[in-house]
């Protein structure tokens, strides 16, 4: 089992920058898949950033270079810095994590429940 919370939402002006953590824990292993998603009222929900098995990072084609990934090993926390915000981001900001050797945004998008989700944090960005 994966443990997942999501912190440093808020309320922010477009232009605005926030930085969101997902703090890991549990039976984590190099098949640990750890992904972002947000629901928005608009899209519904979609994948926003990960860090992949080679380590590089992934990021949705709506981030435009606005969001960075990056994570502690020691801390085991992920943190997505999100610039440039605009009122389309608004919306609920989840961690998500399954078990696999390849990973990617598809699995928990089409199989929620298979996946581990934290609570999300909300992001709330205002013209």
């Known amino acids: 089992e994966v443990r997942l919370v999501e912190s440093g939402g808020g309320s922010v002006q477009a232009g605005a920058s926030l930085r969101l953590s997902c703090a890991v824990s549990?039976?984590?292993?190099?098949?640990?898949?750890v992904r972002w998603f947000r629901q928005t009222s608009e899209n519904g929900r979609e994948g926003v950033a990960a860090?992949?098995?080679?380590?590089?990072?992934s990021y949705g084609d709506f981030v435009q270079g606005r969001f960075a990934i990056s994570k502690d090993n020691a801390k085991n926390i992920q943190y997505l810095q999100m610039d440039r915000l605009k009122p389309e981001d608004t919306g609920i900001y989840y961690c998500?994590?399954?078990?696999?050797?390849?990973?990617?945004?598809?699995?928990?998008?089409?199989?929620?429940?298979?996946?581990?989700w934290g609570r999300g944090t909300q992001v709330t960005v205002s013209s």
């Open positions: 998500a994590a399954y078990y696999s050797t390849a990973c990617g945004d598809e699995y928990c998008l089409n199989t929620p429940n298979w996946c581990y």
């Open positions: 549990g039976d984590v292993n190099e098949n640990t898949c």
């Open positions: 860090i992949e098995k080679d380590g590089s990072p």
